[in-house]
């Protein structure tokens, strides 16, 4: 068990370039999430996968925003045309089903600072 | 709507005191609730757990806490402080008929040597 792996930790860009953050969950958990956190505040929701099945993404921040795990293994999140306010860590987690109590384990997040 | 709240920004706590961090929720039915605690520029780390069962849950680095229904909390708890719990402290929750978790906004503990 290796954990759950976000790359890259940090990016740096300019606005109105495109990003991908990738995400590798805990090889069993077919559970993916992405939530976003700014300073001083809890991590917010953004969608979640079972398996390569999307299964809500209303939270998602705009259309700018899209989330895939083509084969129900390591997700991207693309954010396009970035904003000064996308700055802020991205998290994913990873989670087994079958009942919602189950623990929801977190990466250390991707660092994004748009300048 | 569904929530939980942490009332409390900051708690500042001297070493080898009891710490209390407090949590309070208005979720519908049986919820899951969960504590979580981040270091800084880190991920965060799943502490402990509420289900069913024993309102007293225990934890992960000798914290625990305490499900109450009749008021609504779950709060964190450690009977001895280190300097190394100083952290930024997440209660967190599930619906009943939900998957994805739900965060309060945190709480920043500082333990003072």
């Known amino acids: 068990d290796t954990g759950v792996s976000q790359n890259p930790r940090h990016k740096i860009t300019k606005r109105g370039q495109n990003v991908t953050f990738r995400c590798d969950p805990i090889s069993e958990h077919n559970r993916l999430y992405w939530y976003r956190q700014t300073l001083g505040q809890g991590p917010e929701f953004l969608t979640y996968f079972q398996n390569e099945a999307q299964l809500e993404k209303s939270r998602l921040l705009s259309d700018r925003f899209s989330a895939e795990r083509p084969k129900g293994s390591f997700s991207t999140l693309e954010i396009q045309r970035t904003e000064q306010g996308d700055s802020a860590m991205y998290l994913c987690a990873s989670s087994s089903t079958g009942n919602s109590g189950n623990t929801i384990y977190f990466g250390e997040g991707s660092w994004l600072t748009v300048v | 709507a569904q929530s939980v709240a942490q009332p409390e920004d900051q708690v500042n706590v001297a070493e080898g005191n009891p710490l209390t961090v407090k949590c309070t929720y208005s979720?519908?039915?049986?919820?899951?609730l969960f504590w979580y605690v981040q270091y800084p520029n880190r991920g965060l780390q799943f502490l402990l757990k509420y289900i069913t069962g024993d309102n007293l849950v225990k934890g992960s680095y000798g914290f625990e806490a305490e499900f109450n229904k009749s008021q609504t909390s779950f709060h964190l708890k450690k009977p001895s402080a280190l300097v190394s719990d100083s952290a930024l402290y997440f209660c967190?929750?599930?619906?009943?008929?939900?998957?994805?978790?739900?965060f309060g906004k945190g709480t920043r503990l500082h333990i003072l040597p």
């Open positions: 979720v519908s039915g049986n919820p899951y």
């Open positions: 967190a929750f599930v619906g009943e008929r939900d998957d994805k978790i739900i």
